[in-house]
């Protein structure tokens, strides 16, 4: 109990505990770090670095994604960063700088210690994407803009044969036209039996302007596949417990020869032209860059911009093709893992394909005068959106092939309302509805006002939903698991304050959210809908302090649940960063060291079931309320950049009962190096 106090304290104390210069934070957790804020493409807006930053650096190339564009008059644009600011930081489920719960090995299935995001308006078959960090997504995919052909390699390896990689290509074709490709590739066997996690996604992305630039259009495709051996966690915790096997391959699993596949790919395209009467831009552009916790906070450009013209209406289409092929596979199902069989005792072979055409045609119409390249003074957007979904499900035996399909369509509407003024400074008011298909009926209303107040700025924000629950827990057939169920909406309501201080380099998020009907796995991996309600409480904390050449970065939250015990959270999760910068050899060499603290206070964190692919609720230990210290040290030489890093460096120095999920332990001590190396030419 008193570790567990003593790192708790710890958290809270050190946000404020020193008061002296500060350092700019970056939510960034992967190997870009965003440092320029920039308006695409005409505009360029630099966020001004401290003098005394050691590590501030930024590469000629900016980025973008759909979602970056989508209500926007131009799309912002963010440069892609150079820097050593958690750089450590490669694995893809540590997000916004708060570690996830998962398996142990890169690449296995993993879930937030955080409440969900509450948004999933529209069809989703799956409660949770166990494995979305590592998958390429049409809206999430960046497209490259540079003056210069622009590739990155970048490599992690480690011990237990952890390899991860990944490759960027991006070169303009004149100055209107843009292609490029990514490739990431993961391998990891792991430290237990039956760990070996296997990715290789590719994606093709384009953009195309015209010369006036009425006209864009972005294209990209992708193909997501990964093989994950499943060893359904290790059958005798205690042999852990007590160290009896330093060898962890000789520690017993639930399963022996499963195995999960998915195959993940899709097609987007989408495309605007903007008309109707010309307008002139102002003098003065105020730009959005985002704060450590994920904020939007205004920034000033002064800049007179170069936009010369713009239009009052935008009339734009976006199409998507996605395809998802799941498998599990077990050559030993009658080992007693799983309660039930309903097919073949010899043999599982169980698969569901999710295929969705998906039509949007949207029109927006952007006020008198340009505010910024967000939207004019008043936009208005409505969204027309048309899903065509298709369900099959097969379950293999020795003798035959059972399948089940299903097949609707989703038909829904979206109007969202973007409004400047001089007393709020920006607010958004937003709400869907969806006439016909499975999710019928399901609604959304959103409202947000932002205030900006000299150095601190004060936003507002309501959110009210109403939406099916995730396909899969009303039916499902498996060799395993069948169920036929009829949910009703769940009902979330949230509101929440979010505060940043820039002098103080401080950040703040309240929330409260609320759940009726929710929907969940029980302890035995069965649907429930609950008939009361269930509530969380969040204040999220992200501050920064520098003290001469040290740094200490805190990130943290603290969250409350209330009402039935069916939605299992810790009370904090803390990540601490104490690291030395200098530069060295002439300033030729940036270098970086220093340690990474993790921690969460223990709770009944969910199980995980491999033959659903889903976590679930678990009563039978609590998991948590111990430290994970790495220590890593970091250097740059101009575009190159490479880090050593002894990842849980405490192990066995405190016992072993370091777990995220029940039955899967966390990694022993291991050791790590990256590098990331760009190219401009």
């Not at 003098?51 to 973008?64: A, C, G, I, K």
């Not at 237990?192 to 996604?201: A, E, I, K, M």
């Not at 499943?230 to 096997?245: C, H, K, R, V």
């Amino acid at each position: 109990m008193l570790t567990k106090n003593f790192f708790f304290i710890l958290f809270l104390l050190s946000a404020f505990a020193v008061k002296g210069q500060v350092v700019e934070l970056d939510s960034t957790n992967t190997f870009e770090v965003d440092t320029i804020i920039k308006l695409e493409p005409e505009l360029t807006k630099v966020v001004a670095p401290d003098t005394t930053e050691v590590n501030y650096d930024s590469l000629d190339v900016r980025e973008f994604t759909f979602n970056n564009l989508k209500y926007s008059y131009r799309p912002i644009s963010k440069g892609v960063g150079n820097t050593l600011e958690d750089f450590q930081l490669y694995n893809p489920t540590i997000q916004n700088r708060l570690q996830a719960f998962g398996l142990g090995n890169l690449g296995s299935a993993y879930f937030s210690a955080r409440l969900e995001d509450y948004d999933h308006q529209g069809f989703h078959y799956w409660q949770r994407d166990v494995k979305e960090p590592f998958m390429f997504f049409p809206e999430e995919l960046v497209y490259y803009t540079s003056q210069e052909a622009y590739s990155q390699v970048d490599y992690v390896g480690g011990s237990k044969k952890e390899n991860y990689a990944r490759v960027v290509l991006a070169r303009n074709f004149g100055k209107y036209f843009n292609l490029g490709f990514k490739y990431t590739r993961v391998n990891s066997e792991g430290f237990y039996l039956r760990q070996l996690n296997s990715y290789q996604n590719i994606a093709a992305f384009s953009k195309l302007y015209s010369k006036d630039r009425r006209y864009m259009l972005l294209v990209n495709g992708a193909f997501n596949g990964n093989t994950n051996q499943e060893n359904g966690g290790i059958a005798a915790d205690t042999i852990f417990e007590d160290n009896l096997s330093g060898n962890r391959k000789l520690i017993p699993i639930n399963l022996s020869d499963a195995q999960t596949r998915l195959r993940k790919r899709h097609a987007f395209v989408y495309q605007h032209f903007d008309f109707g009467r010309k307008t002139t831009p102002p003098q003065a552009i105020d730009t959005l860059a985002t704060d450590s916790l994920g904020l939007d906070t205004l920034q000033i450009d002064t800049i007179k911009p170069e936009i010369t013209e713009g239009r009052l209406f935008r009339v734009g289409h976006t199409f998507k093709y996605t395809m998802q092929a799941s498998a599990y596979d077990d050559n030993v199902p009658s080992g007693g893992f799983y309660n039930d069989i309903y097919l073949d005792s010899t043999v599982t072979a169980d698969s569901t394909r999710i295929r969705n055409f998906s039509n949007t045609v949207s029109l927006i119409y952007f006020g008198k005068g340009i505010i910024d390249s967000l939207y004019k003074k008043n936009t208005i957007a409505l969204d027309f959106s048309l899903d065509n979904i298709k369900i099959n499900q097969s379950l293999n035996d020795t003798l035959d092939t059972l399948r089940v399909a299903d097949h609707f369509s989703n038909i829904g509407g979206h109007v969202k309302w973007l409004s400047r003024g001089k007393v709020v400074d920006r607010t958004e008011v937003a709400a869907s509805f969806i006439f016909a298909g499975y999710n019928k009926a399901d609604h959304t209303v959103r409202v947000k006002a932002l205030k900006k107040l000299g150095g601190t700025s004060l936003q507002l924000q309501l959110n009210y939903l109403q939406q099916q629950p995730a396909y899969f827990l009303t039916q499902y057939s498996s060799n395993h698991f069948r169920w036929l169920y009829d949910l009703n909406q769940v009902l979330t309501r949230n509101a929440g304050v979010d505060f940043t201080w820039d002098k103080a380099h401080l950040a703040v998020a309240i929330d409260h959210t609320s759940i009726s009907r929710f929907a969940y796995l029980d302890t035995l991996s069965q649907p429930v809908q609950s008939g009361g309600e269930v509530s969380v409480q969040s204040v999220k904390l992200s501050h920064s302090l520098k003290f001469g050449k040290f740094h200490l970065q805190t990130t943290g939250i603290v969250q409350n649940t209330g009402g039935e015990d069916i939605l299992r959270l810790p009370l904090a999760i803390v990540h601490e960063t104490f690291s030395y910068q200098d530069k060295w050899f002439k300033d030729k060499l940036v270098v970086r060291m220093g340690v990474d603290l993790f921690y969460n206070t223990s709770f009944y964190a969910n199980a995980y079931n491999p033959a659903l692919a889903q976590f679930h609720l678990q009563d039978t230990k609590e998991v948590g309320g111990y430290p994970y210290l790495d220590f890593f040290f970091s250097f740059k030489i101009k575009k190159f950049r490479a880090f050593l890093k002894l990842e849980h460096l405490n192990s066995g120095l405190m016992g072993y009962e370091y777990y995220q999920t029940l039955h899967y332990p966390s990694n022993d001590r291991a050791f790590k190096y990256g590098i990331s190396w760009a190219f401009l030419d």
